[in-house]
């Protein structure tokens, strides 16, 4: 079983829609939760880190992490064709350690 | 400020040849990561370095192998190239140790092993 589980999509959604992309994960000893986005032929950039449970806010994107149930979330609202990219889940278990990252899924956001 | 370089931006090699990528972190940053991201595998971890010191390795074989320099930059090596390392190459940076401090990635090297 891999430790990080994501949906590889891929998923198309009309402008103005609301997305939510999800991961799934297995060691309990995961603390920080991040969403990170990659556009084409370029590195990944971190869109939101969650330390612990909770939930996170920041514009139009909101994190959830849900420790008992191992799943964490990423909600996009008023999704905007620039948001076309594919987004990957990571987490570690420390700050400090390298991350265990998901497949990614691959988002269209059609105008 | 810089982001984080790398180089080359491409590499093609044949198989059994080996094949070195370099890494330049962010200014300030002592921390280097590497990571591969295989073609629907999602990014797995390769290499840590901080302060000069291998501090953890993926579950990668040892022809895969690095090192940090004095000013932090980094090299990856990958000795007796095989078709399946064929893969974007990552190095991200980090700055120094806190409760939390992001991992900041460059753009990449694609080495296709023929």
């Known amino acids: 079983q891999k430790e990080v589980e994501q949906d590889p999509g891929p998923l198309s959604v009309p402008e103005g829609a609301i997305v939510s992309l999800n991961c799934t994960y297995s060691?309990?000893?995961?603390?920080?939760f991040m969403w990170y986005r990659q556009y084409s032929r370029k590195g990944p950039e971190l869109l939101m880190y969650?330390?612990?449970?909770g939930n996170k806010e920041d514009g139009r994107f909101t994190a959830q992490v849900d420790k008992s149930s191992k799943y964490i979330s990423l909600f996009i609202r008023d999704s905007q064709p620039s948001d076309s990219a594919t987004y990957l889940c990571?987490?570690?278990?420390?700050?400090?350690?390298?991350?265990?990252f998901g497949t990614g899924t691959r988002l269209t956001v059609i105008p | 400020e810089a982001g984080v370089t790398q180089s080359p931006t491409h590499l093609i090699k044949t198989r059994g040849q080996q094949a070195t990528l370099r890494c330049s972190p962010i200014?300030?940053?002592?921390?280097v990561y590497w990571y591969q991201q295989a073609l629907g595998l999602g990014l797995q971890f390769l290499l840590w370095?901080?302060?000069?010191?291998?501090?953890n390795r993926g579950n990668f074989p040892p022809r895969f192998s690095g090192r940090q320099f004095p000013n932090y930059s980094s090299e990856l090596n990958v000795n007796a190239l095989e078709l399946e390392d064929s893969a974007l190459y990552l190095c991200?940076?980090?700055?120094?140790?806190?409760?939390?401090?992001?991992?900041?990635f460059g753009p990449g090297t694609r080495l296709t092993v023929l």
């Open positions: 991200a940076s980090r700055a120094l140790a806190g409760l939390y401090n992001e991992q900041f």
């Open positions: 060691n309990s000893a995961f603390q920080y």
């Open positions: 969650t330390y612990s449970s």
């Open positions: 990571a987490m570690s278990q420390t700050g400090a350690n390298n991350l265990f």
């Open positions: 200014s300030g940053h002592t921390s």
């Open positions: 370095y901080d302060e000069g010191e291998e501090r």
